[in-house]
């Protein structure tokens, strides 16, 4: 713009008679014109290769989100759950579920323990008792200090709500009447509550207005229970959750593959892969000629012929090829290439799919198609699952020896102390609404000891409000007969079943024959009695730590036990601690050899078990401290370079995982199986068989489309980083031809002025001259 003006300027100055501005920039442009045209060109060359680049790298990508999903053995292990009654039962399952179909029997319902205290008050604000509240829930004693700053129904109930005492307080507004409602925050029998210590609710009493009970059904003719409405912990794998009771009508629920997901994925890879093709055909065609002008100018076909020629397109389409063909090597099952499971590339490079074929292979050998797709293990040993690997895992079979099989912490008491006294129970009541009726002429033939008697209970027939009415009407019958004192008869709500236990001294209990009384869990035959673990003296106590929760206390009831009720009232009480909820640990009790044993359900070295500081336990078998820890699996794993031990590698939160790490070695090089993942459930040990490790077609379609494009030396990656510099280098070039174009510029501009100059400096001597010689004449 400068020289513009200036030139102006000196074409006023000098009344020039041609545009010494134009003529520059003509000269200057014609010069560079050359160099500019074949910069341009070639800029349109790389541009339109580059483009066509960048749309082939935006489809491999788009292809290669199909390609995962078949790349990962996950989509070839999805279960799926259903219920032929989603009303009564639900069911999930994970990849470790097994194919299965079950008949389930909603019997009962979980639900939470509710009390609500007798007495009654005018208003929330009324006063109420002062002492010590102790509330007890899941063998844990809470106590709550009542005094002048907390003495009304909503002092207390604040107290509550806002602390950790295993229950909800409410205050029920009954009719304008005001009661005070404790209801446990846990469902199931081990959430029973216990509440004492104030005058009030203590001389009045509290009536109980939900059971605490477990929920119930039976499994294929197993029954079994759970102290909430799922079920998770039953199957591996696979999680029932009850929606309602409906007992007597069992309902089918059913855990199968997801066939029809994977066959719907895999026939999605096929059609893109496809539809890859012929962007890759139409990349390269020679044939614009084909097309119509409408074509042409559409975005369909904007990048059409973009690629004629070229090597890379050409390697591109082999390598993409290559990767679909032959067969998996390390596979010999009888399904190792696309065609066995249906899968055919016509003389067109066309993937074509026989759904027969198809179908079949996922319904009968999911596994297969898995290998075959997906990059992933197996075992040939049932007990060891190929869980993962990493892009560090290479393919290969594998020898696996195991030296140390995972354990749990477990340890075991001492011999328990049994009375000649005896408990004898029905059967667990599953049926809560039933079991308040007793049916017309029912009877008990019940022996205590070696006096054996038939109780007529038609007397009482009848329905009742609670189970516990049920058993106090049963017991005065009893009393009537046998004498009071004598035997007891009661529903322990933990083991949801009504029990006869004879009184101390007394000896044996046997239900002999029963009739009328299916109701309460007696069938019409024999129960026997089992005898007794007494612990009536005082509550018995003991910390307790499992795992990596912290040491706090339990503590069971005082009262008369047997062997099992014992077992499931610890595993309540342990279970249900706060202490060991936090800690995300469980146990489980055994009685096997009449002694109980405890053992955390964790597997590995952080599994541990301590039970210390008995009080009032002696006759449970249980008096000096007791501790144990689990351990982890070890063995070794063999590979091409070596043997490499693999107890290192085990997995902290189950021992009986092992996840090599990426960085092992074996004899100084880098471990085959780097990031292998596997599982050692049990079995015997020594020599466990091969692992496999193979890479499916999916997988290998996955690597070569990463491959294209790796930063450093991907096919497709380093011809479009060798363009944009090609493009950077013409470009620069560009401003070297526009500076030079500059410099001609004034220079042609210089030249023209220095000629203007002259010109203008020969006018004005012609005009002198002229005007010299006219001026001589006239004289």
Do not use: C, W
Request: glycine share 8%; net charge negative.
């Amino acid at each position: 713009m400068a020289n513009e003006i200036g030139t102006t300027l000196l074409n006023t100055l000098t009344n020039s008679t041609f545009d010494i501005g134009n003529m520059s920039k003509a000269l200057a442009e014609a010069e560079v014109a050359g160099p500019r045209a074949i910069i341009e060109k070639n800029q349109e060359k790389v541009s339109t290769e580059l483009d066509a680049l960048k749309f082939l790298q935006t489809n491999l990508q788009a292809f290669k989100t199909y390609v995962t999903d078949l790349s990962s053995p996950d989509i070839f292990s999805l279960k799926s759950g259903t219920s032929s009654d989603e009303g009564v039962v639900t069911v999930t399952a994970d990849s470790t579920a097994a194919l299965a179909s079950y008949q389930i029997e909603s019997r009962q319902i979980a639900q939470a323990h509710t009390m609500v205290a007798n007495k009654t008050y005018t208003s929330p604000s009324d006063t109420i008792s002062n002492g010590t509240l102790n509330i007890q829930v899941g063998g844990q004693t809470h106590a709550i200090t009542v005094d002048a700053t907390n003495n009304t129904l909503e002092g207390l109930q604040k107290v509550i709500n806002n602390g950790d005492y295993g229950v909800t307080a409410s205050i029920i507004n009954n009719g304008g009447s005001y009661q005070m409602m404790f209801t446990s925050k846990q469902t199931g029998a081990a959430g029973e509550v216990s509440i004492s210590g104030l005058a009030d609710f203590d001389t009045n009493g509290m009536t109980t207005t939900s059971e605490a009970q477990d929920a119930v059904m039976v499994l294929n003719g197993l029954t079994v229970t759970s102290a909430t409405n799922t079920f998770d912990q039953v199957i591996e794998g696979v999680s029932f959750q009850l929606n309602s009771a409906s007992i007597g009508s069992p309902k089918t629920v059913t855990v199968g593959q997801d066939t029809q997901n994977v066959t719907d994925t895999i026939k999605s890879f096929v059609d893109v892969y496809n539809q890859l093709g012929t962007i890759l055909d139409e990349l390269g065609s020679y044939n614009k000629g084909d097309l119509t002008q409408a074509e042409l100018d559409s975005e369909e076909y904007k990048y059409f012929g973009d690629l004629a020629g070229s090597s890379l397109l050409r390697s591109v389409k082999s390598q993409i090829e290559s990767s679909l063909s032959g067969t998996i090597g390390e596979l010999t099952s009888n399904y190792n290439s696309l065609a066995l499971v249906g899968i055919t590339l016509n003389s067109d490079g066309i993937l074509q799919v026989d759904d027969t074929i198809l179908n079949n292979v996922a319904t009968n050998d999911m596994q297969a198609l898995s290998n075959l797709f997906s990059k992933g293990g197996s075992s040939n040993d049932p007990l060891v699952n190929v869980l993962a690997g990493s892009s560090k895992t290479q393919t290969g079979n594998y020898q696996l020896d195991i030296t140390q099989l995972a354990d749990r912490a477990t340890v075991t008491g001492g011999a328990v102390t049994l009375s000649t006294d005896e408990s004898v129970a029905g059967d667990r009541v599953t049926d809560a609404t039933a079991a308040l009726t007793i049916d017309a002429g029912a009877s008990l033939n019940l022996q205590i000891g070696a006096t054996a008697n038939l109780i007529d209970l038609s007397s009482i027939a009848g329905t009742y409000a609670t189970k516990d009415e049920v058993a106090a009407q049963i017991q005065t019958q009893i009393d009537a007969v046998f004498g009071a004192g004598i035997a007891t008869f009661a529903y322990d709500s933990s083991q949801s079943r009504f029990e006869i236990t004879s009184a101390a001294g007394q000896g044996t209990a046997d239900v002999l024959s029963s009739t009328g009384l299916t109701n309460q869990g007696f069938s019409g035959g024999a129960y026997a009695g089992q005898q007794l673990i007494d612990l009536s003296a005082a509550d018995a106590s003991f910390n307790v730590k499992v795992d990596e929760s912290i040491t706090s206390a339990v503590t069971i009831q005082a009262g008369r036990y047997t062997l099992e009720e014992l077992a499931t009232k610890m595993t309540n009480n342990i279970n249900s601690n706060t202490d060991v909820q936090a800690a995300g640990a469980s146990i489980n009790i055994s009685t096997a050899g009449g002694a109980l044993t405890v053992t955390s359900d964790r597997f590995g070295i952080f599994s541990t078990v301590e039970l210390t500081g008995f009080a009032n336990f002696a006759n449970a078998g249980f008096t000096a401290d007791l501790t144990d820890i689990g351990q982890n699996v070890d063995g070794t794993i063999t590979t091409a370079s070596g043997t490499m031990n693999i107890g290192a590698y085990a997995d902290a939160t189950d021992g009986r995982k092992v996840k090599v790490s990426d960085f092992a070695v074996i004899a100084g090089n880098d471990a085959e199986v780097r990031g292998l993942e596997f599982e050692v459930l049990g079995g015997a040990l020594g020599a466990r068989g091969t692992i496999t490790y193979a890479q499916g077609f999916a997988s290998l379609m996955e690597d070569t489309v990463d491959g294209l494009f790796k930063s450093d030396f991907g096919l497709v990656s380093e011809r479009i980083n060798n363009l944009n510099d090609k493009m950077d280098n013409y470009e620069e070039r560009n401003k070297k031809i526009d500076a030079r174009y500059e410099k001609l510029l004034l220079k042609y501009q210089m030249q023209f002025s220095a000629l203007q100059s002259i010109i203008q400096s020969s006018q004005q001597t012609r005009d002198y001259l002229s005007a010299t010689f006219s001026n001589n004449s006239s004289n």
